[in-house]
């Protein structure tokens, strides 16, 4: 029996209701709330993700990481990003959606200047390790 009860309330965020914020885990990305970390008492968390214009990714990208974390996709919405999964190059575009199971090291290197994808992860608040990568990294694709 759960000590204290369940958070799962109704939420609507509009459109333009929330802020984009430099706040997030990249500085290179801009990010917009959903409402839903706090509608499930953080066990979810979704969020709208860009690409910041003032950072294209000329300076490095993500770096290789994992996240410490039970359930994460990303569903792109607009655009493209390049990722590394392992040593597996991987373009994502709009319309595509990547199930990251729980502790794969990616780098997510090149991106255009549109990029927006929506991310949903469990719990809300997850853990990101940065690690040694298996492989070189492609240049990125210059924006102009």
């Known amino acids: 029996m759960l000590d204290k009860p369940l958070v799962n309330l109704f939420s609507l965020v509009k459109a333009g209701s929330t802020p984009w914020r430099t706040d997030g885990l990249r ?3 801009l990010y917009r709330d959903l409402g839903v970390a706090e509608a499930t008492g953080g066990r ?3 969020q709208l ?8 990714p000329e300076g490095g990208g993500t770096g290789w990481h ?8 990303v569903y792109m919405t607009k655009g493209w990003a390049r990722f590394l999964y392992g040593d597996k190059e991987t373009l994502v ?10 502790g794969i ?7 255009s200047p549109d990029m927006e994808y929506l991310e949903i992860t469990s719990p809300a608040v997850f853990g990101t390790v940065d ?5 070189p990294i492609p240049p990125p694709t210059p924006w102009s």
């Open 27 to 29: 500085s290179f990305f």
């Open 66 to 73: 994992r996240h410490v974390a039970d359930f994460h996709i």
């Open 105 to 111: 090291i990616h780098y997510l290197f090149d991106y």
């Open 131 to 135: 690690v040694e990568g298996p492989c």
């Open 44 to 46: 979810v968390i979704a």
């Open 49 to 56: 993700v860009k690409a910041n214009p003032d950072f294209p």
């Open 93 to 102: 575009a709009a319309g595509d959606c990547v199930h990251q199971q729980p």
